[in-house]
């Protein structure tokens, strides 16, 4: 038994008091009968025993009394060693998009959130964080209306992560019991690795599972076929669970003008074909009906009016290639000759192609320094016969590059860097049965430029460093067949659509993703984007020929934003959620390392109330001190 106020036990010795008192009323005194009474000796010896006894009861509940109002001063209880200690409680709460799950007709998120309001007392401090907000060192009143209108986020904070971001919100005293709570569905995709810190903290995981977990994700949208008539635009679904047919809507500006059904195969996978009219601006949303997330219900995209992409060939060499390649539906394809070359167009391309010119002069090297450092991107093809001081002056500067000695050997291409930029969503998978173009004679380059292509003893055909490809061998008809490869295709393709990063049909909020607006504004000018009453300047770069725009973290919604220049509207662009959240498979927390496993926060909370419990006893003491009072009061009735 423990004491609040143990200084008051000094009290006791109070019980001095009636003890002194009744000594004084039990002195003997010495009594000579005489004849006359002596008959009534033996009824006055009774009546003496029958007072003493009376006095030892009277002065044992008096001193009852006194004990029991002493000791319910002191207020005594009982509490584990815990109980008494400082603690210390931060709690991680998931907002991901998979928290939009439903357990009895109501999110994860919204149950647990509903759940920490009746279970945490509404004066006691804690600190709380999910995936993008902190909250330190609060009460429940303090943050109660941001809980209930807390957003769901598309980020997902790993196991390591959290610990991490718990052991800041602690405090660096080592006295206090650390508690940190994490509450969260416990996806599959979460990192099972917990991160050990140099203070004690217990954790407590709190996995919150859903009813049912089916559901239906819209997972992508492109164009899978182009006309002249017509645009066939390929949507692919997927989905866990036991999948039916579900129909699939497609709206344009709030429209309906398609809809069908998507069927699932024995993978859990369907995909579904829209036609649209070609060159025709497009809002387009793409929307499911599904119980389970929301967020990955709808995808939004957009059909611009179409921007050519400009490119520039030079030199005197064979150029039919190239404007097969550059088709006018795509590309504002044009040639020249070195020798009628008009130095003032290179800066309004987008692509320059140096076709196998033998030399650069000072005045075209400084053309082109200038427009690659405006955003604009090159490929270099080298003669078969070339001034090796030119093209290493102007080389020097990208990538320390230079050409040595020219090389007579037959050689294969066989080396692909499938993971280069170049690339990117061209082969399905790693080709080793491609039919690989030759060179006959190929130059010694030294270079710090990544490969893209190389021979077959590792020489590099294909170099590229700041958007600036150098081929390192003539293509000529007589020196290689390169030409006639399926390989000449998507590189050079690749090389000029990525001179001008225009919008695809959507990007993923969060991806870093860079966007080229083929316009040209002032230095003093912005541009904005906007969704509705939401407005935010994006960074941006301006060159000569195009200004572009660099997303980060920004926007947090989906949806088809707008991009203006000033009050003139200049195109849409569409961002969504990633998918990441969408597979609704678990973590066992049984694997996992914690103090403690719950499925529910108020059976956390009772087992942390139930540790901290004190039990006071104060009301006892004042009850015994009442009885006996009454037991006094009884036994002056009872004895007379």
């Known amino acids: 038994m423990q004491f609040k106020y143990p200084e008051l036990l000094w009290a006791l010795f109070l019980l001095l008091i009636p003890i002194i008192i009744h000594l004084f009323q039990l002195r003997r005194f010495k009594k000579t009968p005489f004849t006359n009474v002596k008959l009534l000796q033996k009824v006055v010896a009774e009546s003496r025993r029958s007072s003493a006894l009376k006095k030892w009861l009277l002065l044992f509940s008096r001193l009852m009394v006194v004990t029991g109002l002493v000791f319910a001063f002191s207020q005594p209880f009982f509490a584990a060693t815990t109980a008494l200690a400082q603690k210390e409680t931060v709690i991680y709460l998931d907002n991901s998009f998979s928290m939009q799950a439903k357990k009895n007709e109501e999110t994860l998120l919204e149950a647990a959130v509903q759940e920490l309001i009746e279970v945490i007392p509404r004066e006691r401090s804690f600190s709380l964080f999910t995936n993008e907000d902190v909250f330190k060192d609060v009460t429940l009143k303090d943050i109660q209306n941001q809980l209930l209108e807390l957003k769901y986020s598309a980020k997902q904070l790993q196991l390591h992560e959290i610990a991490l971001t718990a052991q800041t919100l602690f405090s660096s005293d080592a006295a206090p019991i650390k508690n940190c709570i994490i509450v969260s569905d416990f996806q599959a995709r979460i990192s099972s690795a917990r991160q050990e810190s140099a203070t004690t903290i217990k954790q407590h995981l709190i996995q919150l599972a859903p009813d049912n977990t089916t559901n239906i994700i819209i997972d992508t949208a492109f164009i899978s076929q182009t006309s002249p008539n017509s645009l066939e635009l390929t949507t692919q679904l997927s989905g866990t ?373 004190v039990t006071t006893l104060w009301k006892w003491f004042v009850i015994l001190a009442l009885l006996f009072m009454l037991t006094e009061i009884v036994i002056q009735k009872i004895f007379k």
Do not use: W
């Open 241 to 613: 669970g036991n999948l039916e047919s579900i129909p699939v809507s497609l709206y344009n500006d709030q429209n309906l003008i398609a809809k069908t059904a998507a069927v699932f195969d024995e993978d859990n996978k369907a995909s579904i074909l829209f036609t649209l009219p070609p060159n025709e601006v497009v809002n387009g949303e793409i929307e499911i009906s599904d119980a389970a997330l929301s967020y990955d219900n709808q995808l939004f995209f957009n059909l611009n009016q179409k921007e050519k992409i400009k490119v520039l060939a030079i030199g005197d060499a064979d150029d039919d290639y190239l404007t097969r390649l550059y088709a006018d539906d795509e590309f504002d394809f044009s040639k020249t000759t070195l020798s009628n070359l008009n130095f003032t167009n290179i800066d309004k391309q987008n692509f320059i192609i140096l076709n196998e010119i033998p030399a650069l002069s000072n005045a075209l090297q400084n053309a082109l320094r200038s427009f690659i450092s405006s955003g604009g991107s090159m490929t270099i093809i080298p003669p078969a016969q070339m001034n090796f001081e030119s093209y290493n002056s102007f080389l020097g500067n990208y990538g320390n590059t230079t050409f040595g000695e020219k090389l007579d050997r037959e050689l294969k291409v066989t080396g692909i860097s499938f993971d280069h930029p170049l690339y990117q969503n061209v082969f399905e998978r790693e080709v080793t049965n491609f039919q690989y173009p030759m060179v006959s004679q190929y130059y010694r380059v030294q270079s710090r430029a990544a490969k893209i292509l190389s021979f077959q003893n590792d020489a590099p055909f294909l170099l590229e460093a700041n958007g600036i490809y150098l081929f390192t061998s003539s293509l000529d008809n007589k020196n290689s067949n390169f030409k006639n490869s399926p390989l000449i295709v998507p590189t050079l393709y690749s090389m000029a659509t990525n001179s001008l990063k225009l919008p695809r049909l959507y990007q993923y909020i969060g991806a870093n993703k860079e966007v080229d607006i083929p316009l040209v504004i002032g230095q003093d000018d912005i541009l904005k984007v906007s969704l509705n009453e939401y407005e935010f300047i994006p960074e941006q770069q301006y060159f000569a020929n195009k200004t572009r725009l660099m997303f980060g973290d920004t926007p947090k919604e989906d949806g088809i934003y707008t991009v203006t220049d000033g009050d003139n509207k200049v195109q849409n662009l569409s961002f969504n959620m990633p998918r990441t959240e969408s597979d609704l498979r678990y973590i066992n927390i049984d694997n996992l390392n914690a103090d403690s496993k719950n499925d529910s926060i108020a059976a956390l909370f009772d087992q942390i109330e139930k540790d901290n419990r």
